[in-house]
């Protein structure tokens, strides 16, 4: 099974920028979709985006929607989550996972599998 490794967080101030990166160990099948998702202490995990390899078609969640962008790296294998005009709400542990299904984009976190050990993001106000 491919493994994910998520990288990138860190601290940074409100109205800034961060760039994760979701690494696989391998090739990740051209027909899986790599989804992050965040869980902020004492809440549930929610769903950030979601990209599916095969024709990059791309969902985001609404609240980081124009302020957030994921692509796909195919030469290194890497998913990668552009956030910007960070707010302190986006705090939280970013992980990034796979599923494999056809039709729509999953938005849902039991749809995936391969759950990476999470990349931690704080923003000072």
């Known amino acids: 099974q491919v493994q994910l490794v998520e990288s990138g967080g860190g601290l940074v101030q409100a109205g800034g920028s961060l760039r994760l990166a979701c690494s696989a160990s391998g090739r990740t099948p051209s027909t899986y979709t790599t989804g992050w998702f965040r869980q902020a202490p004492g809440k549930e995990r929610e769903f950030v985006a979601a990209i599916r390899w095969t024709g990059g078609r791309m969902v985001y969640a609404d609240s980081v929607k124009g302020r957030a962008t994921i692509s796909t790296d195919n030469a290194k294998n890497t998913v990668y989550l552009q956030m910007n005009s960070l707010k302190p709400e986006d705090t939280a542990v970013y992980y990034c996972?796979?599923?494999?299904?056809?039709?729509?984009?999953?938005?849902?976190?039991?749809?995936?599998?391969?759950w990476g050990q999470g990349t931690q993001v704080t923003v000072s106000s």
């Open positions: 996972a796979n599923a494999n299904n056809f039709g729509n984009i999953r938005t849902d976190q039991y749809a995936y599998t391969n």
